[in-house]
C-alpha cells in the first residue's frame, strides 16, 4: 500500500495508450474491472476524463516502454506540426512526483496542496457512500415487483464492498460530512459496512462476508410490509402496535425466500432482534442458538440505532453509544464480537466530540481498523479559518493525547461551530494514509 501511495501522479489530460494508472476510487466509482490497470485504448481515457478526476496515480515501471518518451512519426514530405506549448504540471502533482526536487519548499504552499488532497479524498468517501445509498433504495424499490433481481443487485453491491475491502492494507474508518440518501437507505449501507468490516477484522473469509452483508444490507426489508408509522419502536406504542412492528422481521425473512437468499443471509434477517441473553425477538434465542453473522449484525444494528434513532434529538454520540452498549448491554451480545468491534471502532469511534490533553477541543474524523486509539482528528483552531483546517493524524504526534468525551451542546460555541457536530452519523472506508502536513514537512 505504501507502495502506491509513493507514486506520481498524472494530469488526466497528459494520459495515452500504455500508461498503467492505479485509481483511488473505489468499487462504485469507475465501470473497470480493476482499478489498476494499463490503459488500452483512448475510449478508456475518455471514461477516465468522464469521471470528473483531474489527475491519476501511474507506474512508469508497468507502463509501457515508449510512454513518454516516443519520437514523433515524421513522414517524408510532410512537415510535422510545431508541438503544443509546454504545460507546468500542477504543484500538487510535483509536490507527488518529486517533494524534495520541485523547489516547494514554503509551508503555505504545501499546505494548500495537502488540504486539496484531503477534500478530495473526503469527496471521494462521500460519493462512494451516495452511490451506495442510491443503489441500495433501487434494491429496496426492486423487492416488491422483482424480488430476484433485487437479491441480484444486493449480491452484486455487496460483492463490490466485499472487494474493495480485500487483501491486507489497513482501512480507515471515515466520518461523512453529511449522510446521503434517505434514513433507511443510508441505516442499511452503515450496517452493512460496519458489520463487513467487523467481519474482516475477525478474519472472515470472502464468502461468509458475502453472505452476512447481504443479510445486512436487507435485514430491514420486511419493513415494506408494515404502516411507516410504525417502523420504528416507540415507547407509547400499544401492544397491538408493537406486534406490528416485530412482525417486520417475519415479513423480512418471507421476503428473502421469494428471493431466493441463502440460508446464512436469511437468518440475518431472521435475527437480527435477537440478543444473546434471551430478551430479543421474535422467538427469544441466546448466543448459542444465534448464527454468528446474525450476532455480528444485531450488534452493528444497535449501535447505529444508538447513533442515529428515528427522533435525531434522542441520538447519542459514537462514544456515547460504545459507552452505553458496553456498561448496560454488554451481556446482550456475543462477549468475542463486542471486544473486537470495540477494537476496530475504537474507544472514540469517528464523529465522537474529544477534549485533548492540551485542552482544545477536537472531532474524531477517522479511525485506523488497526491502531484505533490514536485517531485522526479534526481539531478547534481559532487562528485557522474552518475551511483550511487540516485533519491531524494522532499517529504523528505522540505527544498528542485524548483527554475525555464531550457532548455536543457541552461544547463552547466556537467550537461548536467550528467542528460542526452531525446530526446523523455516517461511515465509508478508505485505505489508511498519512493524514498530517506538518509532520511530512518535518
Not at 488526466?12 to 476510487?25: A, S
Not at 463490490?160 to 440518501?181: H, N, P, S, W, Y
Not at 474482516?200 to 462476508?209: K, S
Not at 444494528?301 to 448491554?329: F, K, M, V, W
Request: charged share 20%; glycine share 6%; hydrophobic share 45%.
Amino acid at each position: 500500500m505504501k507502495e502506491i501511495q509513493s507514486l506520481p501522479f498524472m494530469d488526466v489530460d497528459d494520459l495515452r495508450v500504455g500508461v498503467f494508472v492505479h485509481l483511488d476510487l473505489g468499487w462504485m466509482s469507475h465501470p473497470f474491472p480493476k482499478s489498476q490497470f494499463r490503459i488500452g485504448s483512448p475510449e478508456q481515457i475518455a471514461t477516465l476524463k468522464g469521471l470528473g478526476l483531474k489527475r491519476v496515480r501511474w507506474s512508469p515501471l508497468e507502463s509501457d516502454s515508449d510512454v513518454g518518451q516516443a519520437p514523433p512519426v515524421v513522414l517524408k514530405g510532410v512537415v510535422p506540426p510545431e508541438p503544443p506549448p509546454a504545460v507546468p504540471p500542477s504543484a500538487g502533482s510535483l509536490l507527488a512526483a518529486q517533494p524534495s526536487a520541485v523547489g516547494l519548499s514554503d509551508p503555505a504552499v504545501r499546505l494548500r496542496v495537502k488540504l486539496s488532497e484531503q477534500r478530495e479524498q473526503l469527496l471521494v468517501c462521500e460519493r462512494h457512500f451516495a452511490h451506495a445509498t442510491a443503489a441500495a433504495r433501487q434494491m429496496t424499490d426492486l423487492a416488491v415487483k422483482d424480488p430476484v433481481k433485487a437479491a441480484q443487485e444486493a449480491r452484486s453491491l455487496t460483492r463490490k464492498l466485499v472487494t474493495d475491502m480485500a487483501g491486507d492494507q489497513d482501512l480507515c474508518i471515515r466520518l461523512l460530512t453529511e449522510a446521503a440518501g434517505d434514513k433507511s437507505s443510508a441505516h442499511a449501507i452503515n450496517v452493512t459496512l460496519m458489520s463487513l468490516l467487523l467481519g474482516r477484522a475477525m478474519g472472515w473469509g470472502p464468502t461468509d462476508m458475502m453472505e452476512m452483508g447481504i443479510g445486512a444490507l436487507l435485514h430491514d426489508i420486511g419493513k415494506l410490509d408494515v404502516p411507516e408509522r410504525l417502523h420504528h419502536s416507540e415507547s407509547h406504542f400499544s401492544p397491538s402496535e408493537n406486534k406490528v412492528y416485530e412482525e417486520h422481521v417475519s415479513h423480512g425473512v418471507a421476503r428473502a425466500r421469494k428471493m431466493g437468499l441463502s440460508s446464512i443471509a436469511t437468518l440475518v434477517i431472521a435475527q437480527h432482534h435477537e440478543m444473546g441473553d434471551g430478551t430479543g425477538f421474535p422467538i427469544h434465542l441466546v448466543n448459542d442458538r444465534m448464527s454468528m453473522a446474525a450476532r455480528v449484525v444485531a450488534l452493528v444494528n444497535r449501535y447505529d440505532n444508538l447513533c442515529n434513532p428515528h427522533l435525531l434529538s434522542r441520538g447519542l454520540t459514537p462514544h456515547e453509544a460504545i459507552a452505553q452498549i458496553y456498561a448496560q448491554a454488554q451481556h446482550k451480545y456475543d462477549s468475542v464480537i463486542l471486544a473486537a468491534f470495540i477494537k476496530m471502532m475504537g474507544v472514540y469511534p469517528a464523529g465522537s466530540m474529544v477534549q485533548l490533553n492540551d485542552g482544545r477541543f477536537a472531532m474524531v474524523v477517522g479511525v485506523n481498523a488497526a491502531r484505533p486509539l490514536r485517531p485522526n482528528l479534526l481539531v478547534h483552531e481559532p487562528k485557522v479559518p474552518r475551511h483550511e483546517a487540516l485533519i491531524l493524524d494522532m499517529e504523528q504526534h505522540p505527544q498528542m493525547s485524548i483527554r475525555r468525551s464531550v457532548k455536543p451542546l457541552a461544547l463552547p460555541s466556537d467550537a461548536m461551530v467550528y467542528l460542526s457536530p452531525r446530526q446523523r452519523v455516517a461511515y465509508f472506508f478508505e485505505p489508511v494514509r498519512s493524514l498530517d502536513a506538518e509532520a511530512e514537512m518535518a
